[in-house]
């Protein structure tokens, strides 16, 4: 597992304990949180959550690599891991039963947390390939990340609706783009929280090509797949790319197993939600962590500490969610 920097390590000692402390009798004696792979948003931030929970709740917890969204709903509707960090429409998928990983298999027990952020689908290739936009991969060797992962549910998606027929193959962030810097493969497809930290790294190294959609190619995939949004990434957050771009995004939450003791549901909630700053010293997408966004999640029900929090601090939660 890698070591927060000192700047998230700064924020982590800094932040206030939690002061609603219940009865603690039923609570686990370590937790663990699904992430996806190395060089991902995910495992950035899953680890920052982890030492938070660790520094000010006095609970041992622990950052795992997965296969990301689609692993991670199933992990926790198993009790294999505690919280889930999953991007809404892998975990409608699990919800209702239609899981890649567990087809048939309904999600019943799952239970939203709090919302987290954005993840907007992203691409990168070498310059010298010449591929700069989505059309371009059409015959050539793409990694979409790893199986199950968010990125390798819905580029394929993506790729079906705008009639690219790529060869697609699986590896996790840091993989993917030590085959693209190498010339395994041809383009690396991915979806994270921006900037992706994989892309930054190998935009500081290498002439490369970072793109979403254009506008047409957008608004064919809205029509065609409802749960994702449409998302503007700015500029200046790779080396080389002043000008933002377009793409489509989809919101993430983190969500435990309906059976966390309420307490613990709480104290992590609340936890997470009153120190935005020092989630920010994390990743800078936990901008978007607050709670006026739990009304991006329209089918997931909370758990009862969720809801116990926000109640506390009136923001509402549609009683079809409780």
């Known amino acids: 597992m890698r070591f927060l920097t000192s700047a998230a390590a700064a924020a982590l000692l800094s932040l206030s304990p939690a002061f609603a402390q219940d009865d603690r009798g039923d ?7 699904g992430t996806a792979s190395q060089g991902g948003t995910y495992f950035i931030y899953g680890t920052g959550l982890a030492g938070m929970i ?25 009790g294999d891991h505690q919280i889930g960090l999953v991007t809404m429409g892998p975990a409608y998928e699990a919800w209702t039963g239609n ?3 567990a087809p048939g298999v309904e999600h019943a027990s799952l239970r939203a947390l709090f919302p987290m952020y954005q993840t907007p689908f992203e691409a990168v290739a070498l310059q010298s390939s010449g591929i700069a936009d989505v059309m371009d991969m059409a015959g050539k060797r793409v990694s979409v990340g790893p199986a199950g992962g968010t990125a390798a549910t819905y580029w394929p ?18 993989d993917a783009t030590s085959q693209v ?3 395994l493969i041809d383009a690396f497809a991915f979806a994270a929280g921006v ?31 409802p749960e994702v949004s449409a ?24 969500v435990a197993h309906e059976e966390m003791p309420e307490s613990l549901a709480y104290e992590i909630t609340k936890l997470v939600m009153e120190n935005n700053e020092g989630m920010m010293q994390i990743h800078a997408t936990a901008a978007e962590t607050l709670p006026e966004n739990v009304d991006q999640n329209a089918f997931l029900p909370y758990h009862p500490g969720a809801v116990r929090y926000f109640d506390e601090i009136g923001v509402e939660i549609p009683a079809e969610l409780r």
């Open 27 to 33: 609570w686990p004696s370590s937790v663990t949180i």
């Open 54 to 78: 660790t520094q000010n709740l006095g609970l041992n917890a622990s950052a795992e690599v997965t296969g990301g969204p689609v692993q991670n709903a199933t992990l926790v509707e198993t």
């Open 99 to 101: 899981s890649e990983l």
């Open 157 to 174: 998606r993506f790729f079906e609706v705008l009639g690219v027929e790529a060869n697609i193959s699986y590896s996790g962030a840091n």
């Open 181 to 183: 810097k190498d010339g």
């Open 195 to 225: 900037p992706i930290s994989a892309f930054a790294q190998i935009a500081a190294e290498n002439p490369v090509n970072i793109f979403g959609f254009t506008e047409e190619q957008r608004e064919q995939i809205l029509e065609a797949l």
């Open 231 to 254: 998302f503007d990434v700015p500029g200046g957050l790779y080396q080389g790319f002043p000008e933002g771009h377009g793409t489509v995004a989809m919101w993430n939450f983190a």
